[in-house]
């Protein structure tokens, strides 16, 4: 049924899409007949591609309105753009990113045999950052792996247990926020030693804060839920709580 379904909303968009440069190919077109095309035919492109896209992503509705699909479609082109060039970074680059000839590419400006230009050492510009964008997702993938959990657990048991031990891990979580990021980050960096891992750790201590500040409202509100109240009159301990009937419901605002 979902094969059926794709194949279905793939014609869909083929068609409108065929349809659209069409029209906009003509060579007496002009900006109202533009604007009328893409009004035609761009909302069923753009909702036929959102459906094809939902059936195996349950986080985007076939029902979108026209500027939701788009607004999706962006965040997912560009998501997926980023992982399939630094998925087939060895293929894409046109250079090696480690190697370069101080004597004829150094510092060359942009063109067509280096798009981006060279660096001091002769190394191809585009090429390095092709590559680095393996580096990029790496940091910014372990930085969620490490900073959402820790916020998460921290805001949870803050918000769930109050009192004392609320108001010292909020002040915590305050004395973070109160620096700047990127310095308190730097900081932390010279204090670890240089290094990616080390990088990776600066930058996750730092992030967790705001984390901790939604899951402490989240649990403001989820602590006070009749079946929290009967999971505490079974006799559940504030741990398994925490555990098991809080963080899950935290985990989709974090």
Do not use: K
């Not at 095309?37 to 309105?65: E, K, M």
């Not at 230009?117 to 580096?135: A, C, K, N, Y």
């Not at 201590?205 to 079974?234: C, F």
Request: with cysteine.
């Amino acid at each position: 049924v979902i094969v059926l379904v794709l194949l279905g909303l793939v014609f869909v968009a083929f068609a409108n899409g065929v349809g659209l440069a069409t029209e906009l190919a003509h060579p007496d077109v002009g900006v109202g007949g533009l604007v009328g095309a893409v009004d035609r035919y761009g909302p069923p492109l753009f909702t036929a591609i959102a459906g094809a896209v939902a059936q195996w992503n349950p986080h985007i509705d076939p029902g979108d309105t026209y500027e939701q699909s788009m607004l999706r479609l962006a965040v997912w082109a560009v998501g997926s753009y980023l992982v399939l060039i630094a998925a087939f970074a060895d293929l894409l680059s046109p250079y090696s990113p480690f190697i370069g000839d101080l004597r004829t590419t150094r510092l060359l400006p942009p063109s067509a045999a280096h798009w981006f230009g060279t660096d001091d050492q002769g190394r191809d510009i585009l090429s390095r950052l092709v590559f680095g964008s393996r580096i990029t997702l790496f940091v910014v993938i372990l930085v969620a792996i490490l900073a959402a959990p820790i916020g998460l657990a921290v805001g949870t048991i803050a918000g769930y247990s109050g009192g004392l031990l609320d108001a010292a891990l909020m002040r915590i979580t305050d004395i973070f926020l109160a620096f700047p990021r990127l310095i308190l980050a730097l900081a932390f960096v010279a204090a670890l030693g240089p290094g990616i891992e080390n990088a990776v750790l600066a930058i996750a201590i730092t992030s967790w804060p705001p984390y901790a500040r939604i899951a402490r409202a989240e649990t403001l509100t989820i602590r006070r839920a009749d079946y929290i109240a009967a999971v505490q009159l079974i006799g559940a301990s504030p741990w398994r709580i925490v555990l098991r009937h809080i963080m899950p419901l935290c985990v989709s605002s974090v």
